[in-house]
């Protein structure tokens, strides 16, 4: 049985997580710690948030260990700050859900995201209930936390050129989406010389404004706001804030690979290295990548994976087509704010509008659809899929991936619903649209016959 998902444990308040689920994961946790363990536990800005922490302490406290509560952050700015103070992390957020659902993640003492093996050790506890509860005198500490929101602003400023970017005083439109942002980004940007207009910037777990996920349908807004305002850009967060999507500044939503390649061409053109995204990913990244001597290394889908493999190959930059975009040199996990204060950064050195340099960067055509499959068939089919593609130029690293000159066709079983995905990328809408048809009816049979 397994208690994480791809990026932690989340569920629904009250249905799925009940206090004794939750008392029972920070036992679970606090067992798989050494006692005395420090772990720093900070939320989003659900209204569950304070349920679902205080549930988790108790068990905490409950198994020796102790607990730094630094309150609403952003998840990377509780990572960084679990890398400087802490053994341990914990994220209290369901990031993109729905408000009626929360969630627990796990952070490893170094600030990147707890490794799968370390994950099935706490699940092996929590499933066994062999959970550690000391005694009345040896119960863990308790302390609120000071200054993790400005220690994170800080640390970006630092690894920014912060003149350059004052100096060219941005008209920039932030909307954080209600979440965990709203206590740190319209301060990084006023920091930043920036006149910042606000939307969804009070904290409220109701999500008012739009779902958090930040969508081309849930930023509508934010697209008018630039048009109406004349704005130089505008940035959307998401609920917990380790991503950041961009909408230039003549009101186009930019999808999230637009903006991998952006920086990635920025990182490369300064210093060579490996770039590290899941197979996934756009071409127009590998190709701006390649153009300037360094080179994409693929992974699996996930950020954690993704992170673990930046720092295996000490990669100087990472990040996957959603939006999340990693820095090592500041933190080597997603980070939103980074991300925008990076993208204002080389607006400020190229003395360029937004729109010319994503008009400038290598143009792809996008399609993903799905086609319905068992669960159980999952497994076979995918054995069937490889077979009848013998003689293709493939990639098995995630699912399946065929590689044409100037075209992709991705493949790979969903890891929470009954369903195969299908992502495909090409140079023109007709290819594009040919090669999916083609992909799809091959899964199709395979699926059939699994």
């Known amino acids: 049985m397994r208690l994480f998902g791809t990026n932690g444990i989340r569920g629904r308040v009250g ?30 800005t659900r209204i569950s948030g304070d349920m679902v922490k205080f549930a988790v302490i108790s068990g905490l406290l409950a198994s020796g260990v102790n607990v730094v509560d ?56 929590f499933f066994s209930e062999k959970f550690r509860i000391v005694n009345w005198e040896d119960v863990g500490d308790y302390t609120k936390g000071g200054n993790a929101r400005e220690e994170y602003i800080r640390s970006i400023l630092q690894r920014i050129d912060v003149e350059s970017i004052k100096n ?17 980004s319209p301060y990084l940007l006023e920091t930043l010389g920036c006149k910042v207009i606000t939307l969804n910037c009070q904290p409220d777990g109701r999500f008012p404004g739009h779902e958090s996920e930040p969508k081309p349908e849930n930023l509508r807004n934010l697209v008018s706001m630039v048009k109406a305002t004349g704005a130089d850009l505008g940035i959307a967060h998401d609920g917990d804030a380790d991503r950041a999507i961009f909408v230039d500044d003549r009101g186009r939503y930019l999808y999230g690979d637009k903006t991998l390649t952006l920086v990635a061409e920025y990182v490369v053109r300064n210093k060579s290295g490996i770039v590290v ?32 493999k930046m720092i295996e190959v000490k990669a100087i930059f990472g990040g996957e087509e959603n939006g999340g975009l990693i820095f090592p040199e500041h933190l080597v996990a997603r980070d939103g704010a ?45 054995d069937i899929l490889k077979e009848k593609l ?61």
């Open 15 to 44: 249905e799925d997580f009940t206090p004794e689920f939750l008392t029972k994961i920070g036992l679970a946790i606090g067992s798989y710690l050494p006692r005395s363990a420090n772990v720093i536990l900070g939320t989003d």
């Open 277 to 308: 995204t899941p197979v996934s990913s756009s071409l127009s990244l590998e190709e701006v990548v390649k153009k300037h001597g360094s080179r994409v290394l693929y992974t699996k889908v996930g950020a954690p994976i993704v992170a673990r």
């Open 168 to 184: 060219k005083n941005f008209k920039v439109v932030l909307d954080c989406a209600n979440g965990a942002s709203c206590f740190t």
């Open 70 to 125: 630094i309150e609403i952050a952003p998840t990377p700015a509780i990572q960084l700050y679990t890398r400087e103070h802490g053994d341990f992390g914990i994220a209290i957020t369901a990031s993109h859900n729905p408000p009626e659902f929360n969630g627990v993640k796990c952070i490893a003492g170094d600030g990147t995201e707890l490794p799968r093996e370390e994950e099935e050790r706490i699940e092996k506890i």
């Open 390 to 450: 013998k003689g293709e130029r493939i990639n098995t690293i995630d699912g399946v991936k065929i590689m044409g000159e100037s075209w992709w066709v991705l493949i790979r079983p969903s890891g929470t619903e009954p369903i195969y995905r299908i992502y495909a990328e090409a140079k023109s809408e007709e290819e594009l649209n040919t090669i999916v048809e083609r992909y799809k009816k091959i899964l199709e049979d395979a699926v059939r016959e699994a």
């Open 338 to 382: 980074m991300a925008l204060a990076k993208v204002l950064e080389i607006l400020a050195k190229s003395g360029k509008k937004l729109s010319q340099l994503i008009d400038s960067l290598p143009q792809y055509y996008q399609k993903k659809i799905s086609v319905r499959c068992a669960n159980e068939k999952k497994e076979r089919a995918l």
